[in-house]
């Protein structure tokens, strides 16, 4: 007869160099009392804070205990992890000796995760889980490695096992820090897997809530309250392991229900980038919940109760939402924006916990609001009296239809996309395709039709493409812009961005790893670099003449 067993480690106390884990006692205390009420499994005496002797034996005697290949093994650590002091590859599980010494782990004085994957290898079992809630678990994929083949770092060499890594190989977990000394904090990995647990992961009213349930739960939780962290990790041999059962699902119990409901509700709400936390009263969401609740007979304080606990780290988030866009709206009164200004954006948006996903979801609705901004300007300009014919005629572009460009920008099509803005600019001038600007058409542009044509330039290269990038260049060059040829800084200019080496000029490179400044360039030129010769001259010109008009119009 099959049985299932589980083994829990916690380890709060270490040697020089690390600091002490309290709140990992309490991870063991709940992870087993969710597998004793739910998992059904027979939990050995837990080893806390384990020397290296008693930890390797331990597991050598769990592993080794299994006689059955139907055995369901589960292994949990809580502690600190801690990579080898060469290499950095190697996960080590550290014991109450560990320490270090030259700010390097004493790998003496911790388990190597080899140790471990050698005994899962080794065992009649062939349903194994192991849970790591520790710094650098996702490093026991590299177990896999061997010579120089490519490796699968989500598959693991053990037949339908399963590892859940609490995090990726090169980045850390998190413990919140109790307010008192009494108070200690679950570790926000393995809170989150009991909640799982408890029924909060359970899937299509599924009997038991298996490894891939409670990773899917875990990545969506962890990336809500700390959005910035790196996702957990699950690693399997085999399909079987993604559907490893670890605990039955509840019965059918209406708050947990209604929980579930409204935490599904507040993820979908949350994929909109400017929502602010909290279901809208007026809206139909809104209704749906209050269906659902009288539907659950769930009392209206219960219901409140629930709504507000699951609600607040979405709050949270938006808050910082809100806090990025306004430094974001700050910053914007400079584009392009300078090194220094997005190593502050950056800073910002890594304190706040945002992920690059949040800070470039507020960056395009921002940068759209811009855009409609402009072209609303423009149509004010077109029907205004009070503005001469001929900037009326320049300004009205067919409402400034840069749908295309954008597509072409954000797609990494910087070819199509260069021709396009050629293309917007020349018949902002009344001009045809095919034909060439004069120097004097650039020195009187529309700044309207400028700003909106850098803005997309500068937010899709991420500040390595667009107009006002160039005239950076230029001026750096020594350039001065008042449409006149100045042969120097001309020279310096062609060289700086990539259109000459050696002084000759070179085919165009039409990808991002050009060098800054690059493009666009199509309405300077008519084809590659090497055609300029017969018209430097007059390239030279509508360089200066466009480093006037940016300089003018505040780009």
């Not at 991002?512 to 590659?528: A, C, E, T």
């Amino acid at each position: 007869m099959s049985k299932r067993v589980a083994l829990l480690i916690g380890v709060s106390e270490y040697g020089d160099g690390y600091e002490p884990l309290p709140g990992v006692m309490r991870d063991v205390e709940e992870m087993q009392r969710v597998l004793e009420e739910r998992g059904e499994f027979t939990i050995e005496p837990p080893l806390l804070n384990p020397d290296p002797q008693q930890m390797r034996e331990r597991i050598d005697r769990f592993f080794a205990s299994s006689a059955s290949k139907e055995d369901v093994l589960l292994l949990y650590f809580s502690g600190h992890g801690a990579l080898d002091r060469n290499a950095g590859k190697d996960l080590f599980l550290t014991t109450c000796q560990t320490r270090k010494e030259q700010n390097q782990l004493v790998e003496a004085t911790a388990i190597e995760a080899s140790f471990l994957h050698r005994h899962m290898q080794n065992s009649r079992s062939r349903k194994i889980i192991v849970i790591l809630d520790c710094c650098f678990s996702g490093a026991f994929a590299n177990l896999l490695k061997k010579g120089n083949a490519s490796v699968d770092f989500e598959r693991l060499s053990v037949r339908g096992s399963v590892v859940l890594a609490s995090s990726s190989p090169n980045e850390v977990s998190y413990q919140p820090k109790g307010s008192a000394i009494d108070d200690r904090p679950l570790s926000l990995y393995t809170r989150f897997l009991i909640e799982g647990m408890e029924g909060l992961a359970q899937q299509q009213h599924r009997e038991w809530i298996d490894a891939q349930d409670l990773h899917e739960y875990a990545v969506r939780k962890l990336q809500t309250e700390y959005a910035a962290a790196a996702p957990p990790k699950i690693i399997v041999a085999e399909e079987e392991g993604y559907r490893l059962p670890i605990v039955r699902a509840p019965k059918a119990d209406p708050q947990t229900q209604y929980r579930q409901f409204v935490d599904a509700l507040l993820q979908e709400l949350d994929q909109a980038p400017d929502f602010e936390g909290e279901i809208d009263p007026d809206s139909l969401d809104r209704e749906v919940l209050d269906v659902e609740r009288e539907h659950l007979e769930i009392p209206l304080e219960v219901a409140a109760q629930i709504e507000a606990e699951l609600q607040a780290p979405f709050r949270s988030r938006a808050q910082k939402r809100k806090r990025y866009e306004q430094a974001l709206k700050k910053a914007i009164r400079e584009i392009p924006f300078s090194d220094r200004t997005r190593r502050q954006l950056k800073q910002i948006q890594n304190r706040l916990s945002l992920t690059d996903a949040d800070a470039e979801a507020i960056e395009e609705r921002l940068f759209s609001q811009m855009l409609q901004l402009l072209e609303a300007a423009a149509e004010i300009a077109a029907s205004s009296q009070s503005v001469e014919p001929e900037t009326t005629k320049i300004a009205n572009v067919q409402n400034l239809q840069y749908q295309k460009l954008e597509e072409y920008l954000r797609n990494g099509q910087w070819k199509e996309a260069d021709k396009e803005t050629y293309r917007l600019m020349i018949t902002a001038v009344g001009k045809e395709e095919g034909q060439w600007f004069e120097p004097e058409e650039l020195l009187n542009f529309p700044c309207n039709v400028l700003k909106a044509l850098d803005i997309l330039w500068v937010k899709y290269s991420n500040g390595h493409f667009g107009f006002s990038v160039q005239k950076e260049i230029y001026l750096e060059c020594g350039g001065i812009p008042d449409g006149q040829y100045h042969e120097e800084a001309w020279n310096k200019f062609c060289h700086a961005n990539g259109w000459m080496e050696d002084n000759e000029f070179i085919d165009l490179t039409f990808n991002i790893s050009s060098l800054r400044g690059h493009i666009p360039v199509d309405i300077f030129v008519d084809g590659n670099m090497v055609d300029w010769c017969g018209g430097v001259g007059v390239s030279s010109l509508l360089v200066s003449s466009l480093a006037s008009r940016l300089v003018k119009c505040k780009l």
